[in-house]
């Protein structure tokens, strides 16, 4: 009996979810759970390399997240700027490329460039795009492509009729990405906290109980599998591969 080769999803999009509980079940405090989460980061990046991921979408830091204490914030921004200055050069070498999405409006400039610097550095490697959602939320996202393609109408650029799924993908952060094939959240929660709402309209969603300090290639390919499990009809009747 033939059986279907397993798929190998395009583009994966990962919410890093845990780190704080992580840290408290260990009576540890949360910058040790945001600590070992960059190191589960690194797993899952060459993970999906690995697997022969083109495209994996991390969730790094909400337009919600500001509102945590400041403490926290200050420490999530100091490992992002570490990871800028330690990793990118190492995923350069491996081939990565990267591409922030999310607003970027009222940064402080120093963050802004090493994001850009991030980008101009990797900008001709084609092993895997890592996209990193900074700053980003998916509400905030949609409001800022509808306003843009108000403008676009006001101006006389394009007509109602020119408006369309396509016209608004383009004017997201995310425009010439493929939408996610499968969505991982770690540490139990299943819902997708404004992440990528537009973009996951038939991606297949798989929640883990682990939290994402404990994130492994045996849980990536754990999820790969559930995948893999799933018929894909997107509105059809007929399954189809990623």
Same mark, same amino acid.
């Not at 650029?157 to 408006?163: F, G, Q, V």
């Given at each position: 009996?033939?059986?279907?080769?397993?798929?190998?999803?395009?583009?994966?999009?990962?919410?890093?979810?845990?780190?704080?509980?992580?840290?408290?079940?260990?009576?540890?405090?949360?910058?040790?759970?945001?600590?070992?989460?960059?190191?589960?980061?690194?797993?899952?990046?060459?993970?999906?390399?690995?697997?022969?991921?083109?495209?994996?979408?991390?969730?790094?830091?909400?337009?919600?997240?500001?509102?945590?204490?400041?403490?926290?914030?200050?420490?999530?921004?100091?490992?992002?700027?570490?990871?800028?200055?330690?990793?990118?050069?190492?995923?350069?070498?491996?081939?990565?490329?990267?591409?922030?999405?999310?607003?970027?409006?009222?940064?402080?400039?120093?963050?802004?460039?090493?994001?850009?610097?991030?980008?101009?550095?990797?900008?001709?490697?084609?092993?895997?795009?890592?996209?990193?959602?900074?700053?980003?939320?998916?509400?905030?996202?949609?409001?800022?492509?509808?306003?843009?393609?108000?403008?676009?109408?006001?101006?006389?650029?394009?007509?109602?009729?020119?408006?369309?799924?396509?016209?608004?993908?383009?004017?997201?952060?995310?425009?010439?990405?493929?939408?996610?094939?499968?969505?991982?959240?770690?540490?139990?929660?299943? =819902?997708?906290?404004?992440?990528?709402?537009?973009?996951?309209?038939?991606?297949?969603?798989?929640?883990?109980?682990?939290?994402?300090?404990?994130?492994?290639?045996?849980?990536?390919? =754990?999820?790969?599998?559930?995948?893999?499990?799933?018929?894909?009809?997107?509105?059809?009747?007929?399954?189809?591969?990623?």
């Amino acid at each position: 009996m033939l059986t279907r080769p397993p798929a190998v999803p395009r583009h994966v999009a990962i919410i890093m979810d845990g780190n704080g509980r992580w840290a408290a079940r260990r009576g540890l405090p949360r910058s040790a759970g945001h600590k070992a989460g960059v190191d589960a980061l690194r797993r899952a990046v060459k993970a999906a390399a690995d697997f022969g991921i083109e495209y994996l979408t991390i969730y790094s830091f909400s337009s919600e997240n500001w509102s945590r204490p400041a403490a926290e914030v200050s420490f999530l921004l100091e490992l992002l700027r570490r990871f800028i200055r330690q990793d990118v050069a190492e995923l350069h070498h491996a081939g990565v490329k990267i591409k922030i999405v999310g607003s970027r409006d009222d940064l402080e400039p120093g963050i802004v460039s090493l994001l850009n610097d991030a980008e101009r550095l990797t900008r001709g490697n084609s092993k895997l795009n890592l996209v990193v959602a900074f700053n980003y939320g998916s509400k905030q996202e949609i409001s800022r492509a509808v306003s843009a393609i108000a403008n676009r109408l006001a101006s006389g650029e394009i007509s109602a009729a020119d408006i369309s799924p396509e016209l608004i993908s383009q004017n997201l952060d995310t425009s010439g990405i493929p939408d996610p094939d499968l969505l991982i959240r770690t540490g139990g929660e299943q =819902r997708i906290s404004n992440f990528l709402l537009w973009q996951c309209a038939y991606t297949e969603f798989v929640f883990v109980d682990e939290f994402w300090p404990d994130f492994s290639h045996e849980i990536f390919a =754990r999820a790969l599998d559930d995948f893999n499990s799933r018929d894909r009809r997107f509105g059809g009747i007929e399954a189809q591969s990623a």
